[in-house]
Every structure is written in C-alpha cells, then in structure tokens.
C-alpha cells in the first residue's frame, strides 16, 4: 500500500464551483501537512500547509486535516479558471532517522475550472 | 529573485552516456533534494542533503549519483542512463531540514529522454 493515496481524477467544474480535494495515508506519524499546486511544465509550488489535526484557511483556500480518520483535504471556494492545474498533498513525520527530511507525495489530483 | 535554477531544462540523451544535471539555490538554504515525477507514480524522491558534503538515498537512488560540495549546488549525476531514466526531474530547497516539514521550492524541471 502507497503511504499517501490521492484520486488522480480528472476533475472539471465550472467556475465559481467549490473544489474538494482529498488524500489519505497508513502512516500514523505524519505531522506535516501540505498542499502544493503544480501548472503544467513547471515546478509544485507550495500553497498551503499544517501541522497536527485542525483546519487552516487562507483566502479561498481552507486545508483540514482529521489525524483519526488519516484524512487531508483541500477546499477551494469561489474556484476560478486560474486554479487549473494539479494538487499535490504532502506529508512528513518530521522526525530523526529514516524519516528525516522526507516528504511523501500523493499522485496528485488534475483540476479544471471551466468559464 | 530566490529560486532554484534547474538545467538544461530538456534533454534526449542516448543509453550508457554520462550526464549531469545540475541545481543552483540563491536562497543559502542548507537542505537540498532531488525528485522525479513519473505519471501515476507521483513525485519520489532520489536523493536528499542536509548541508554541504551530508548526502543520503531517498526512496529510488540507483541509477544515480549526487555531490554537494557547495551549499548552493546540488548536482544530479547519471552515469550509465538507462530508457527507464526517462522522467521528469525536480530540485528543491529549503532552509533546514526542519523548514523541509514546511515545504521546498522547487526548481522548474528537467525532463530527460534516454533512447
């Protein structure tokens, strides 16, 4: 079993849709959480991300996370053509040893928002 | 501008023929990794450096090489490439390896061709 498992889609709304993307994993020592945002031929770039259980929103953006479930997701309110792209999650247990450093992707999911 | 400067940007590249990638960071982050991204794989991580001359095999390093010699550079080295090499390649950043929980910045890519 993939440590992080994350519906690839495609995904298409029209605009001003809300955007629900989610991921789940097996590792309980995940801490660290992240959305990252991919356009295509260009690098992730971070969007948003937390650390332990809770919600965190910026914008039109709102992460969550629910620890007991090994639930992540990432709504996107008011969506816009400009948010085409693909949605990375991430995650790290952020400790020593194995762990180090390392940061565990999802597939990632491909949304359109169609005008 | 702070960023990760990936070169060349593409390359087709014939079996058994030695190349280099190379990755730049203008930002004195100490941690440095490599990643590729592969379709319904996701990204996986190759190799990773917590500061100059500290490297360490991520999830998929054979086939590869790495030095860090420089904290800016973090070179990624094929010696033999191989068709199952063909991928696309992403350097990343961050300031420390605790920041790497947070996230990277990732370079813009590589995307290599071995025939």
């Known amino acids: 079993q993939k440590e992080v498992e994350q519906d690839p889609g495609p995904l298409s709304v029209p605009e001003g849709a809300i955007v629900s993307l989610n991921c789940t994993y097996s590792n309980s020592a995940f801490q660290y959480f992240m959305w990252y945002r991919q356009y295509s031929r260009k690098g992730p770039e971070l969007l948003m991300y937390?650390?332990?259980?809770g919600n965190k929103e910026d914008g039109r953006f709102t992460a969550q996370v629910d620890k007991s479930s090994k639930y992540i997701s990432l709504f996107i309110r008011d969506s816009q053509p400009s948010d085409s792209a693909t949605y990375l999650c991430a995650m790290s247990a952020g400790g020593r040893g194995s762990t180090l450093g390392r940061l565990y992707f999802g597939r990632g999911t491909q949304l359109t928002v169609w005008p | 501008e702070a960023q990760v400067t990936q070169n060349p940007r593409y390359l087709i590249t014939v079996t058994g023929k030695k190349l280099t990638v190379t990755c730049s960071q203008n930002m004195n982050h100490e941690y440095m990794s490599w990643y590729r991204q592969d379709p319904g794989l996701g990204l996986r991580q190759i190799y990773y450096?917590?500061?100059?001359?500290?490297?360490d095999k991520g999830d998929v390093p054979e086939g590869y090489k790495v030095s860090r010699k420089e904290k800016r550079n973090f070179p990624l080295i094929l010696e033999s490439p191989s068709p199952n090499q063909t991928s696309l390649y992403f350097c990343?950043?961050?300031?420390?390896?605790?920041?790497?929980?947070?996230?990277?910045?990732f370079g813009s890519g590589t995307r290599l061709t071995v025939v």
């Open positions: 990343a950043s961050s300031p420390n390896w605790e920041a790497s929980n947070y996230g990277y910045t």
């Open positions: 450096s917590m500061n100059v001359e500290v490297t």
């Open positions: 937390t650390y332990s259980s």
